[in-house]
Nanobody, 117 residues
Framework: QVQLVESGGDLVQPGGSLRLSCAAS????????MGWYRQAPGKERELVAV???????NYARSVEGRFAISRDSARNTVYLQMNSLKPEDTAVYYC???????????WGQGTQVTVSS
């Protein structure tokens, strides 16, 4: 059974930083495309960042240069480092797993990120 468990969401002021974690079980993160998506109220879920098994990465244009996705194979965990946060980054962030370029096969339960002063 595949489980993706996110953590690290919080309330942070504009300009602040957060690191989200996604602990995986039932799959090996280094053998899958692991991603982070987000969904703001009233909006569709959107891709934020994805990392392939070969460590290729892809980012939404709105977060390029501010966010960084990485993985720790020993911990079977994926991270999303978020810097220079803006109010428009407020959303529920979801971890995903699947094949590169395809709709993810697995989702986590989500973690809330709120950027507000």
């Amino acid at each position: 059974q595949v489980q993706l468990v996110e953590s690290g969401g919080d309330l942070v002021q504009p300009g602040g930083s957060l690191r989200l974690s996604c602990a995986a079980s039932g799959i090996i993160v280094s053998r899958n495309a692991m991603g982070w998506y987000r969904q703001a109220p009233g909006k569709e879920r959107e891709l934020v960042a994805v990392i392939s098994s070969l460590l290729h990465t892809n980012y939404a244009r709105s977060v390029e240069g501010r966010f960084a996705i990485s993985r720790d194979s020993a911990r079977n965990t994926v991270y999303l480092q978020m810097n220079s946060l803006k109010p428009e980054d407020t959303a529920v962030y979801y971890c995903s797993a699947g094949s590169w370029g395809r709709t993810p096969d697995y989702w986590g339960q989500g973690t809330q990120v709120t950027v507000s002063s």
